[in-house]
């Protein structure tokens, strides 16, 4: 049986009971009818999932449809339709080439479009769902084809109506809204403004932002290569907590806070696991915490998905033991707990 640790990110993952490669809308469709009831992993890039040792009992449908359409006018930009297999940085890297702004920031996210609503992917001040003004899903419990306008998706950091409904919706393809431009929105995180030698609040080329948040995520390990042990990761292993206003304030000052504007606090999970006690290059068995960065559990080559989880266990439960916060896995476990 073919290994899941062939597909993913972190090189890790038993065996699956069928997979299936599929790279068009109705073989997508019929994969997961042919599935029945049984259950069903999903799997574009493999670049954000942990897969038990033991593997998966089900079938893993492997998605590889990059369908391509456009609606371009001359001045305010494109709507593009793009199909849930399609690399998201290619897609990225492809909207910059063509003179298009807005998705810049979001440079060197690895993964496919299709996950990209599910986890309402963002980084450096922006999230996907500020450019998606559709999904087009197949609806597993009503065996039908359903659309979602960007309200219906209900986005929320890390967050999305796919999400909070594991396995019911299978992403078909994602219709965002684009504008023409040769400089990005202002840049209003700190660490890119800096990079960029603009202040926060300015503007900067794409081309230029694009690079500049390429640099900075391979300065962090964020940038996945085949030769570098360090990059084998699923990128940020937690999400950054919300917690509220008088939690917040009970934490050190140091600590990064970015107030909300429901009156919640955002707080950096990397602070938090670095002033819990773990540090960069710990190590279990064979995953360890990458060298650039503590958010990244990497795989320095011989590390199972048991080595990895307990791993992410410790972290958790240093930083809960410490600052009473308990930190949400970013990457979907699939038959492992931490």
């Given at each position: 049986?073919?290994?899941?640790?062939?597909?993913?990110?972190?090189?890790?993952?038993?065996?699956?009971?069928?997979?299936?490669?599929?790279?068009?809308?109705?073989?997508?469709?019929?994969?997961?009818?042919?599935?029945?009831?049984?259950?069903?992993?999903?799997?574009?890039?493999?670049?954000?999932?942990?897969?038990?040792?033991?593997?998966?009992?089900?079938?893993?449908?492997?998605?590889?449809?990059?369908?391509?359409?456009?609606?371009?006018?001359?001045?305010?930009?494109?709507?593009?339709?793009?199909?849930?297999?399609?690399?998201?940085?290619?897609?990225?890297?492809?909207?910059?080439?063509s003179g298009f702004a807005g998705l810049e920031t979001l440079s060197g996210i690895p993964g496919t479009v299709g996950a990209s609503p599910i986890q309402n992917i963002g980084a450096y001040g922006h999230e996907v769902s500020e450019f998606i003004t559709r999904?087009?899903?197949?609806?597993?419990?009503?065996?039908?084809?359903?659309?979602?306008?960007?309200?219906?998706?209900?986005?929320?950091?890390?967050?999305?109506?796919?999400?909070?409904?594991?396995?019911?919706?299978?992403?078909?393809?994602?219709?965002?809204?684009?504008?023409?431009?040769?400089?990005?929105?202002?840049?209003?995180?700190?660490?890119?403004?800096?990079?960029?030698?603009?202040?926060?609040?300015?503007?900067?080329?794409?081309?230029?932002?694009?690079?500049?948040?390429?640099?900075?995520?391979?300065?962090?390990?964020?940038?996945?290569?085949?030769?570098?042990?360090?990059?084998?990761?699923?990128?940020?292993?937690?999400?950054?907590?919300?917690?509220?206003?008088?939690?917040?304030?009970?934490?050190?000052?140091?600590?990064?806070?970015?107030?909300?504007?429901?009156?919640?606090?955002?707080?950096?999970?990397?602070?938090?696991?670095?002033?819990?006690?773990?540090?960069?290059?710990?190590?279990?068995?064979?995953?360890?915490?990458?060298?650039?960065?503590?958010?990244?559990?990497?795989?320095?080559?011989?590390?199972?998905?048991?080595?990895?989880?307990?791993?992410?266990?410790?972290?958790?439960?240093?930083?809960?033991?410490?600052?009473?916060?308990?930190?949400?896995?970013?990457?979907?476990?699939?038959?492992?707990?931490?």
């Amino acid at each position: 049986m073919t290994e899941l640790s062939q597909y993913t990110s972190l090189r890790v993952g038993g065996p699956a009971t069928k997979i299936v490669q599929v790279s068009t809308e109705a073989q997508i469709i019929a994969a997961i009818e042919e599935a029945g009831d049984t259950p069903i992993l999903i799997m574009g890039g493999g670049t954000n999932v942990l897969i038990a040792d033991k593997g998966f009992e089900g079938t893993v449908i492997r998605i590889s449809n990059n369908s391509v359409q456009a609606e371009v006018d001359a001045c305010s930009g494109a709507t593009l339709t793009i199909g849930a297999g399609e690399d998201w940085d290619v897609f990225v890297q492809t909207t910059i080439a063509s003179g298009f702004a807005g998705l810049e920031t979001l440079s060197g996210i690895p993964g496919t479009v299709g996950a990209s609503p599910i986890q309402n992917i963002g980084a450096y001040g922006h999230e996907v769902s500020e450019f998606i003004t559709r999904v087009r899903t197949y609806d597993r419990q009503e065996k039908a084809v359903k659309t979602f306008t960007n309200s219906e998706c209900q986005f929320s950091y890390r967050n999305s109506l796919f999400k909070s409904h594991p396995g019911r919706y299978v992403v078909l393809d994602v219709q965002f809204q684009i504008r023409r431009g040769e400089f990005s929105d202002p840049i209003t995180y700190l660490e890119l403004a800096k990079k960029l030698g603009v202040q926060p609040g300015d503007k900067a080329p794409v081309v230029a932002t694009r690079e500049a948040v390429l640099a900075l995520r391979a300065s962090k390990g964020m940038l996945l290569s085949t030769e570098d042990h360090d990059s084998w990761s699923a990128g940020s292993f937690f999400t950054n907590p919300i917690i509220s206003q008088q939690a917040a304030d009970a934490l050190p000052n140091a600590a990064p806070k970015w107030p909300l504007n429901d009156g919640r606090v955002k707080i950096s999970a990397a602070w938090l696991i670095e002033n819990a006690g773990m540090h960069k290059g710990d190590e279990v068995g064979g995953a360890r915490i990458s060298t650039k960065h503590v958010l990244a559990l990497t795989n320095s080559g011989d590390a199972t998905a048991a080595d990895i989880a307990e791993l992410a266990k410790r972290a958790r439960d240093h930083v809960k033991e410490i600052f009473g916060i308990t930190l949400e896995a970013e990457v979907n476990l699939i038959g492992i707990e931490i």
